[in-house]
């Protein structure tokens, strides 16, 4: 392979921008220990003329490490959270807001030919979405898509050819991923004799010399045993090379990812960057000399939080660090624009009125970060429920001892979690029950039925949108019967049934409120309920069923990582709850948390009973205060409004504080 040197004449072209070129090459299922220990002598000419990056990232933020995503990810410059793809299905991609390179390119006044060599269908036929101007695919392993696209390499007027090799993944499925594995290692070395043939029809161009080829290499995800999927180093970490006359080395970040691929040959271009197109990077290991750097796109505000402060009832909201300058912040409560906010603030504390409201207090939040010098904006939303009433149960989870790994451990099923690792039990807190009598006692052991699990345990037994249940802390409740069926293949002996019984609660003759996180994927023919049961187990009410009837309260898809809050009113003297899933098979999962029962009081600020929230109040709470009333008069009718889970003259007090300030 001839070595890429820089002519004066290259140089010019460069400066005129009208010669760049691109070779952009994906390996599938490639780890950077195994590329460094084989045999590869045309990409080493590639790293000797550029950079070699070992420890690059396809996923920083739970974005699952499989085909679907990876590739979409190094294709349109942003993760999943953007794209919308999370596994091979490529339900819910988002390629119309989040385009492939070639069609921003599209968007600049110059024209680009553009090829691909496919091999996965996918990338031509979902990502690129037969955007590119020329396209082949090749489904056998025996380097034809290598060949095909040394032939198209005679055209005179191509710009980008875009190269998709499957062999390494195939071989890490079958043999398994490792620098130890011989054919593992073999698929390596053949893809790069194919990569060989790609150069040097590239270097055979009647304009070669005339030309600047930028050549960028990397991988969707890498592997850990005969699989990935998961948030191991082994499956996150991937290479990345840079290859041409003007990589620096000084120029790349302290830490690579993915997502630098796009913006990095959109710069190369001389394509501006457009913040609008909400690219998750910025360009590396281009010569800063040749290369001026873009302009600082602001960082939107996502994700926003929103959380209660107990003291005080404050709602603390936050957000992602905004480093570009002329930019403000518009905030909304429930659609009022309540401040304007310097566009470099991470925080604010909003105090909103509770006289009046009774139940759970909503609020929804929406910050708007907007520029003043152009017409850019994005946004991000929160939504915020503060039960009002006196707590009957409330519980985390997170008391409860938790054992090691057994079927998910080393070894067992297939599976990859330490077995010295505390994380499940099958134990729920105290006066909660579970009932599995209706399914098979077979399966993944940590999973037969509901279990309790720290999400790191549950996460590292197979991510597959688990990690995006933020709303969870610490431990959660978990039927997982995709995880179940996992070893002896548990479905093929009977429906995954199990149901998750409360503690009874005893009425105090107002309603009751019961809130709780959920996160639940659905998968025909699994459904589950939220019922309540009286003392004696009849049934009064479903609160909750989702399935994947489109009729159903989840309308047939996913609910993820959502606040759920029902009302329940009745002449019963106790009753409990009841989550339940049942007919699954090797289906999804239903995970939560945060668990609260409260019985709810007379809306805040109505002492005097007339309907009212007015000066008559205040008088009554003054009378209190000054001794001529006794506070217990209205303290079971005032909201536990500290949530310390007493009503007492703390209330009474942040009570005067809501009427004076609203």
């Known amino acids: ?69 990876g590739w979409s990810t190094m294709i349109t410059g942003v993760w ?41 269908t996918p990338i031509h036929t979902q990502i690129f979405g037969g955007t590119m101007d020329y396209n082949e695919l090749h489904s056998t392993y025996d ?3 290598a060949q095909g696209a040394a032939d198209y390499m005679g055209m005179p007027n191509l710009d980008i050819v875009f190269l998709d090799f499957d062999d390494v993944d195939i071989a890490g499925h079958n043999y398994g991923f490792s620098p130890d594995v011989n054919q593992y290692i073999n698929a390596i070395e053949n893809v790069d004799e194919y990569i060989g043939w790609v150069i040097d029809a590239m270097e055979n161009r009647p304009m070669f010399e005339n030309e600047d080829w930028l050549i960028m290499i990397t991988s969707d995800h890498g592997g850990i045993d005969y699989s990935h999927g998961g948030q191991t180093i082994e499956e996150r970490q991937i290479p990345i090379i840079l290859s041409g006359p003007l990589i620096d080395e000084e120029a790349l970040p302290e830490q690579v990812y993915l997502t630098n691929m796009v913006p990095t040959l959109l710069h190369y271009f001389g394509l501006e960057n457009n913040c609008e197109w909400q690219l998750d990077d910025v360009s590396m290991g281009l010569d800063p000399t040749e290369f001026p750097p873009y302009d600082i796109c602001p960082n939107c505000p996502n994700p926003l939080t929103a959380e209660v402060d107990p003291s005080t009832m404050d709602v603390i909201l936050s957000w992602d660090q905004n480093w570009a300058p002329n930019h403000t912040y518009a905030l909304y409560r429930n659609d009022e624009l309540i401040a304007e906010i310097d566009g470099e603030e991470t925080t604010y504390i909003d105090a909103p009125s509770f006289t009046g409201l009774s139940g759970e207090a909503t609020f929804h939040y929406l910050l708007l970060l907007e520029s003043n010098l152009t017409d850019f904006s994005c946004d991000a939303e929160a939504v915020l429920g503060i039960p009002l009433g006196i707590d009957l149960l409330d519980e985390n989870f997170d008391g409860l001892e938790l054992f090691p790994a057994v079927d998910e451990a080393y070894g067992a ?26 399914m098979p006692e077979v399966g993944t052991f940590e999973w037969r039925g509901w279990s309790f699990a720290s999400m790191d345990f549950w996460v590292d037994a197979e991510d597959q949108l688990r990690s995006q249940f933020t709303r969870a802390d610490g431990t959660v ?13 548990a479905a093929s002996f009977g429906s995954y049934n199990s ?23 659905q998968e025909a023919p699994q459904q589950v309920y939220l019922t309540v049961s009286n003392w004696s187990g009849e049934t009064l009410e479903t609160l909750l069923h989702y399935s994947s009837s489109a009729g159903a309260d989840n309308a047939g898809g996913d609910v993820v990582n959502q606040r759920l809050s029902f009302i329940v009113e009745t002449d019963e003297s106790e009753i409990y709850f ?23 009081t007379p809306p805040i600020g109505d002492l005097n009973y007339d ?48 009427i004076m300030n609203h």
């Open 413 to 438: 099923c297939g599976n990859s979690i330490d077995p010295d690792i505390l994380g499940w039990t099958h134990d729920p807190p105290q006066n909660w029950e579970i009932d599995n009598t209706n």
């Open 80 to 120: 999943f959270d953007k794209h919308g793809v999370s596994d091979n299905s490529f339900s819910g991609s988002n390629f119309d807001e989040y385009p492939p390179f070639n069609v921003l390119m599209e968007e600049s006044d110059q024209e680009y030919h553009t090829a691909s060599f496919i091999m996965w």
């Open 143 to 145: 380097g034809s898509v």
């Open 1 to 69: 392979m001839k070595t890429i040197i820089l002519s004066g004449l290259i140089f010019f072209s460069l400066l005129s921008g009208q010669n760049k070129k691109l070779l952009f090459i994906g390996i599938d299922g490639c780890r950077p220990d195994a590329l460094t220990q084989a045999q590869t002598p045309n990409i080493d000419e590639l790293i000797n003329g550029g950079v070699y990056i070992n420890d690059a990232l396809c996923s920083i933020n739970g974005q699952p490490t499989v085909s679907g995503p």
């Open 477 to 489: 409740a978990v039927v997982d019967p995709d995880e179940w069926d996992d070893c002896g293949d």
């Open 578 to 600: 009841n989550w339940e899933m049942a007919d699954a098979g090797n289906n999804w999962y239903w995970a939560i948390d945060n668990v609260k029962i409260q019985s709810q």
């Open 611 to 658: 309907g009212n929230y007015d000066i008559f109040d205040l008088l009554t709470l003054l009378e209190i205060l000054v001794g001529i009333l006794n506070p217990d008069i209205v303290l079971n009718h005032v909201s536990d409004i500290n949530q310390d889970g007493e009503t007492n003259f703390s209330d009474l007090i942040l009570l005067l504080s809501y």
């Open 499 to 521: 149901i998750l019984t409360s503690p009874l609660i005893p009425l105090m003759g107002n309603p009751i409120n019961i809130s709780f996180d959920s996160h639940y994927r």
